[in-house]
T-cell receptor, first 110, second 114 residues
Framework: NAGVTQTPKFRILKIGQSMTLQCTQDMNHNYMYWYRQDPGMGLKLIYYSVGAGITDKGEVPNGYNVSRSTTEDFPLRLELAAPSQTSVYFC?????????FGPGTRLTVT | AQSVTQLDSQVPVFEEAPVELRCNYSSSVSVYLFWYVQYPNQGLQLLLKYLSGSTLVKGINGFEAEFNKSQTSFHLRKPSVHISDTAEYFCAVSEWEGAQKLVFGQGTRLTINP
């Protein structure tokens, strides 16, 4: 039981490039989430999903897109990367009473 | 909408001393309350949660927290800390209904000095 896995662990992007952050969970949770963590700040919600085929925006969705074709996978797409997207990205999955986090992806946009 | 305020950005304490990390929240609806811990360069790990029932909840690693509805607080405590407790601690809330989206505080960095 691996929990929530994320790839890659680290990535450096040039301004204007695109990439997809992968997230997979093996706990059969309906709910999945993407957060970003900036230095000295708490986590902010980017997008979330309540089940396969259903996604919605969180607090900071601009510049990102998501899809949820299966229960297990919830990829986050960055189009036209900008320096403001330099952050640590965490994927989480959860039941009604708690969320479980992946190890994170550290992204730098230069 | 909800908001969470962690009243201390940094808390230094000596090993084996007690510690309290303070958390206040604001919400117009009923919420669940959580504390998460983040060790350096790692993801977040659930420390404890309050869903309902007894207002004193116990978590992993000897931590406990008390929910105070009248003061809208959920302070985290440990009677005797260890070097290994050095980490960032996050308080978070989510609504009872809907997608249980978490709203986080800014975090408190706990540093344990020998």
């Amino acid at each position: 039981n691996a929990g929530v896995t994320q790839t890659p662990k680290f990535r450096i992007l040039k301004i204007g490039q695109s990439m997809t952050l992968q997230c997979t969970q093996d706990m059969n949770h309906n709910y999945m989430y993407w957060y970003r963590q900036d230095p000295g700040m708490g986590l902010k919600l980017i997008y979330y999903s309540v089940g396969a085929g259903i996604t919605d925006k969180g607090e900071v969705p601009n510049g990102y897109n998501v899809s949820r074709s299966t229960t297990e996978d919830f990829p986050l797409r960055l189009e036209l990367a900008a320096p403001s997207q330099t952050s640590v990205y965490f994927c989480a999955s959860g039941s009604l009473s708690a969320q479980y986090f992946g190890p994170g992806t550290r992204l730098t946009v230069t | 909408a909800q908001s969470v305020t962690q009243l201390d950005s940094q808390v230094p304490v000596f090993e084996e001393a007690p510690v309290e990390l303070r958390c206040n929240y604001s919400s117009s609806v009923s919420v669940y309350l959580f504390w998460y811990v983040q060790y350096p360069n790692q993801g977040l790990q659930l420390l404890l949660k309050y869903l309902s029932g007894s207002t004193l909840v116990k978590g992993i690693n000897g931590f406990e927290a008390e929910f105070n509805k009248s003061q809208t607080s959920f302070h985290l405590r440990k009677p005797s800390v260890h070097i290994s407790d050095t980490a960032e601690y996050f308080c978070a809330v989510s609504e009872w209904e809907g997608a249980q989206k978490l709203v986080f505080g800014q975090g408190t960095r706990l540093t344990i000095n020998p």
